[in-house]
């Protein structure tokens, strides 16, 4: 009897792993659509109501949920109190919003990369610059979307069969 709640526990354990895992992918689906979302407000803040970035940060960070709501507001600080260097201050900012998500480096990349790319242009060139980080974005979150019902099962099956196996070896 022993054994055998030994054998589930391990099963258990082993099917958790998978379900977190799963877990991080579903969080890095929503953390990508999230970056999207922030990219079409900054391009409707700054095309349609000319807004400079850092009052778009202001009105982000009232609208935003975590990780973003506070590295916006911070940024918006730093820029009106101590004026500054806007991708310096968006980089440290941003990565430390960053540092505990399950993102990758290359999803990361799309929010660390913004000021680089939008330069000291008028809004409409703003607004295209916008553009590309937005299509970037959403065609990561698409393609992470197609995978993670594949991955998913994949994990499970894995995670499963694997407190299996790993029972049986035990016993």
Request: with cysteine; glycine share 8%; hydrophobic share 40%.
């Amino acid at each position: 009897m022993l054994q055998l709640t030994g054998c589930l526990l391990i099963i258990a354990g082993c099917t958790g792993i998978a379900a977190v895992l799963c877990g991080d992918l579903r969080s890095r689906l929503l953390l990508l659509r999230q970056i999207s979302e922030i990219y079409e407000d900054m391009k409707y803040y700054i095309s349609y109501q000319k807004a400079t970035v850092p009052e778009t940060l202001l009105r982000l960070s009232e609208r935003e949920k975590e990780p973003f709501s506070e590295a916006f507001l911070a940024i918006y600080e730093r820029m009106n109190k101590q004026g500054g260097n806007l991708p310096e201050i968006w980089r440290e900012q941003m990565e430390k919003a960053l540092a505990h998500t399950p993102l990758q480096a290359k999803e990361k990349k799309l929010m660390l990369d913004f000021p680089s790319c939008l330069g000291y242009m008028e809004e409409g060139a703003q607004a295209g610059a916008l553009n590309e980080l937005l299509r970037e974005a959403a065609r990561q979150a698409e393609e992470l979307s197609g995978e993670q019902k594949n991955k998913n099962k994949m994990m499970m099956s894995l995670g499963v069969a694997g407190g299996v196996l790993l029972s049986i070896m035990l016993l």
